[in-house]
């Protein structure tokens, strides 16, 4: 069936940057002796930005480039802003003394600040380190002998940008394409001292591609390792400069090998290949420059929209720029990815999730000598597949359902560490990360209202209160018991270990949903044994509260003033209270309920998350399987949702009277 691309969902960026450069070229040398030298170069990128929507895949700030789908934007309230200083670079080079002959050694290190971050706040501001190049060179001036992780050859032209240096405008989005690996590449000058300088490029790079089987993604073996063949690249550059014109070309090839069944699985190789060629021309003060590319499963090189696969496509962007003044210039930018959705379906007969993006940006910038001063505009536009006629009458259907009365109310979700000691005090606290950053996805707010830490790092029991938009409705699935199969980091002897976490979704309750009376409460206060502020363990800050009809107790110490700490227990009590009505009443509708039909109760068990086979699967949902488990721990939680939602609309339907229980 033909697949077409729906309305394109736009998304905009805007943001102001700043770029103070220190440049290898011109960073501080060392002298080591005996003709060693060792260059400390590199810059500061620092970049505030204004979002409006969500981008997907890569992130938002300095990694912003595909929108997201429609069901992961926000439907009001579009509009946040942050900061972002990643793409600050460090940058070691090494040179020394000839060894042999005319052949002298020469090595490289550059990190960014991309190697991942923590919660907000404070966390957002303390991005990790990562390293991005790594290698020795053995050179004579003509030829250069590399060993080591550089960028591919495939790796071209790029845009100019104050912003997105990090990820270059387009990169895996709009033609922008190629990546760094572990190879050996050659250098070589065909022609030195010609009017027009010719130089061959020629790479063996480490295979690549995502995991074929459990087995290698739980060893961290892509297809493209399964082949046990390199990725080979070959690019032709050559360039001309005179004093009103200066321009440069380059065309370069690639092949590679993809095992699409994985290692101690026997099968053929998939052959992946791609082309590009590029150049830039700058005739006085104007610049014109771009790149163009078509390929077979180039998403190991971040082409078809960073979708890994069967896929052929093109993609190429172009960017013009022009200097009024020394310090004064302006860019204009437009890419396109467009990867041939149609074919994909004929092919594999499934359905490619972004099948057309369009990126363009707009820079004014400012710069003097190594301080750059940038205002941008960016924006991605990205088209999913188009819904079906199935998905159009399911909509119809939903909108004839009566809606629960609790799917727009703010959540109180309970996590407790479950059977296998310490391990599931850490799985808890996997799980508690999972939850945030998918509020945090969904641009809702978290806030914990009591903990209790393990010895080794882990929650013997946490309880988060998530504030937006229809939380209950997509979290009310997550209740049951999560179990994981894992070698926990507790464990010397690398045996895999079964452990579970137990989550609660209540229902966060208003004063009017539950009635408390003040002769029901018995309230203690204590000092605080946590970490906190100043006043915490030195003042009765925290807050113990006893129902005594109900015998629930609620403890909260995580604030610092006692009244925050009472505020907190009181709401988490209110809606421990209204899911104890709420379970009393649907024991009474489902003992009615199992008289008719029969039980339809579900095993205890709810989700497997198994670290050997990369595997998230959902046992609710028949199918219901995903091989993404770090990203699904990173948030990426609306596959479950969406199907459980689903699921349940569908039960519902069946039911065929359209009445439903609140839950």
Do not use: C
């Amino acid at each position: 069936m033909k697949t077409r691309t729906a309305s394109l969902t736009g998304q905009a960026v805007i943001l102001l940057s700043i770029l103070v450069l220190a440049a290898p070229a011109r960073g501080q040398q060392v002298m080591l002796g005996a003709g060693d030298t060792l260059k400390i170069g590199g810059f500061i990128n620092a970049t505030m930005f204004t979002d409006r929507g969500l981008f997907a895949s890569f992130g938002q700030g300095q990694d912003a480039e595909i929108a997201a789908a429609p069901a992961g934007q926000p439907v009001t309230d579009e509009w946040f802003t942050k900061g972002d200083v990643r793409n600050t670079r460090l940058r070691f080079e090494f040179s020394g003394a000839p060894v042999l002959g005319e052949w002298a050694p020469k090595a490289t290190l550059e990190a960014d600040f991309f190697g991942g971050r923590d919660a907000p706040p404070f966390g957002d501001e303390q991005p990790r380190q990562r390293l991005r190049l790594a290698y020795a060179d053995l050179t004579n001036g003509r030829t250069t002998l590399r060993i080591g992780q550089n960028w591919a050859p495939f790796f071209g032209e790029i845009p100019v940008s104050v912003a997105h240096i990090a990820f270059p405008l387009g990169y895996g989005s709009a033609g922008m394409v190629g990546w760094r690996f572990p190879g050996i590449f050659l250098y070589h000058d065909l022609n030195p001292g010609k009017s027009i300088p010719i130089q061959v490029q020629l790479a063996a790079l480490e295979g690549s591609g995502p995991a074929a089987n459990a087995s290698d993604a739980a060893s961290v073996i892509g297809n493209g390792e399964a082949s046990a063949l390199p990725q080979l690249e070959g690019r032709l550059n050559f360039s001309h400069k005179t004093p009103s014109i200066a321009w440069s070309g380059y065309g370069v090839g690639h092949v590679d090998w993809k095992d699409t069944g994985g290692t101690g699985v026997a099968g053929d190789n998939l052959t992946s290949w791609g082309l590009e060629g590029g150049g830039s021309i700058a005739p006085g003060h104007f610049t014109l420059h771009g790149n163009i590319y078509y390929g077979r499963d180039m998403g190991q090189q971040f082409g078809h929209i960073t979708q890994q696969g069967d896929i052929r496509g093109w993609g190429g962007w172009a960017q013009a720029g022009y200097d009024f003044t020394p310090h004064l210039g302006a860019w204009l930018f437009y890419g396109s990815d467009q990867p041939d959705a149609d074919r994909f379906t004929r092919d594999t007969g499934g359905t490619l999730l972004r099948q057309l993006n369009h990126d363009s940006a707009a820079l004014l910038r400012f710069k003097a000598g190594r301080y750059a001063l940038g205002a941008e505009y960016f924006r991605a536009e990205t088209a999913a597949a188009e819904a079906t006629a199935a998905d159009l009458q399911r909509k119809i259907e939903v909108l004839l359902l009566p809606k629960d009365s609790n799917d727009e109310k703010d959540v109180v979700l309970e996590i407790r560490a479950g059977t296998g000691g310490q391990e599931a005090g850490l799985f808890a606290a996997d799980l508690y990360e999972m939850y945030r950053r998918y509020a945090e996805r969904k641009r809702w707010k978290t806030d914990v209202l009591s903990s209790s830490p393990s010895d080794v790092g882990g929650f013997k029991e946490v309880v988060l209160e998530i504030n937006g938009k229809g939380a209950y409705s997509r979290l009310k699935h997550e209740s049951g018991v999560h179990r994981v199969q894992r070698v926990p980091v507790t464990e010397s002897g690398g045996r895999l270990h079964t452990s579970t976490a137990t989550v609660a979704v209540l229902p966060e309750a208003e004063e009017v949903d539950v009635q408390i009376d003040p002769d029901d409460l018995q309230i203690d206060v204590f000092r605080s044994s946590g970490p906190g502020g100043q006043s915490v363990n030195t003042t009765d800050s925290a807050v113990r509260v006893t129902h005594k009809p109900s015998g629930i107790v609620i403890s909260v110490q995580e604030e610092r003033s006692q009244r925050q700490n009472r505020e907190k227990a009181m709401r988490y009590l209110r809606a421990r209270l209204l899911k104890l009505a709420q379970d009393e009443q649907q024991r009474e509708e489902a003992a009615t309920r199992k008289a008719q039909v029969g039980t339809g109760e579900r095993s205890e068990k709810i989700r497997t998350y198994n670290f050997p086979q990369n595997r998230v699967t959902d046992h609710r949902v028949s199918g219901l399987s995903v091989h993404n488990l770090p990203e699904v721990l990173a948030g990426d939680l609306d596959p479950f949702v969406d199907a459980l939602m689903a699921d349940e609309r569908s039960r519902l339907l069946s039911e065929g009277d359209g009445s439903r229980p609140d839950s």
